[in-house]
């Protein structure tokens, strides 16, 4: 028969044996366990996994001597080849790219100039400034804007790249029609009454003085419609002479006989106004009388005036 069991006894035995596991759990080694690789990523700690450092491939160099190797010391195995292959390719690119742009082959030494008439080829080559740059570097649409800024009396400009490095510039100036003189400040204006600098004093065109700027439109200096009628007096009057500017009577010009005379500011019936100033001029002279002040802006109300 079994003995009886105290319970006070069996109580204490049961605390003894739940201490002792206790123990036994606390003496479990603190080291961390290795990563485990699995197919799937449920419970992987792939940060873990991540930040392993790359292993190591071993390099044994046999000797002469049969049997003998040299071991040399390990290095670490290369990941992602093409990543290097390309960056190296990158690399390679680029420097050859600046060799290239820096090679005389490729830096413009000459530049070919079509269509220039007042202008020379220094003054263009100054405007632009590309010689002894690399042909990589020029932009056409650049080297037309700074001309145009420098000379507005170039009217068409187109400019070609060839290679290794040559440049060709085609060009067409603005031809003067008139010379607009205002207290002393000189510009020339073309048949469409685009302005731009003098070049060259000596050239022989028609000189305008008047104390004022002229009538513009649309951004133009000079409106075409003065213009067209400074051509038109042009055909009837001396070559020599000048005309004159007025905002209330238009164009017009000294008589050297002693009078002036106002023409208006269209060309509108030009040859009838001639007509009628001759006519006028003559009867003047029959008469001995010596006007201050002819005017034929208008054909239908022609005068003459004594006084200024």
Do not use: C
């Not at 080694?29 to 996994?49: E, F, L």
Request: glycine letters at 6%; hydrophobic letters at 40%; aromatic letters at 8%.
């Amino acid at each position: 028969m079994d003995a009886a069991v105290d319970p006070r006894t069996a109580g204490k035995r049961e605390v003894r044996r739940s201490q002792k596991n206790r123990r036994d759990f606390s003496s479990v080694s603190p080291r961390k366990m290795p990563p485990v690789q699995s197919r799937s990523a449920i419970g992987v700690n792939n940060t873990v996994i991540d930040a392993r450092p790359l292993p190591r491939r071993r390099v044994d160099v046999p000797l002469s001597a049969t049997g003998a190797e040299i071991r040399l010391p390990a290095v670490p195995a290369v990941r992602n080849k093409w990543r290097i292959l390309s960056g190296l390719l990158a690399v390679g690119l680029l420097v050859g790219m600046i060799m290239m742009t820096q090679a005389s082959l490729f830096q413009v030494k000459q530049i070919e100039m079509q269509g220039l008439e007042r202008f020379t080829e220094s003054e263009i080559s100054h405007a632009i400034n590309i010689r002894g740059s690399s042909i990589f570097f020029i932009n056409p649409e650049l080297v037309i804007e700074d001309l145009r800024l420098t000379y507005p009396g170039l009217s068409d400009v187109t400019v070609k790249i060839s290679w290794p490095a040559g440049v060709l510039i085609s060009l067409k100036e603005r031809a003067p029609v008139l010379a607009w003189n205002w207290n002393g400040h000189v510009r020339w204006v073309d048949e469409n009454g685009v302005a731009f600098e003098p070049h060259h004093e000596s050239a022989k065109i028609i000189q305008v003085s008047s104390t004022m700027l002229p009538p513009t439109i649309e951004n133009r200096f000079v409106d075409p419609r003065i213009v067209n009628t400074v051509a038109v007096l042009a055909s009837y009057l001396p070559e020599d002479i000048e005309l004159i500017f007025d905002m209330d009577h238009g164009l017009g010009w000294q008589d050297d006989r002693g009078w002036v005379v106002y023409f208006g500011f269209n060309d509108d019936d030009a040859h009838q106004k001639m007509k009628i100033y001759q006519t006028l001029v003559e009867y003047l002279e029959g008469k001995r009388i010596t006007p201050r002040v002819i005017n034929v802006e208008y054909v239908d109300s022609p005068y003459f005036r004594m006084e200024q």
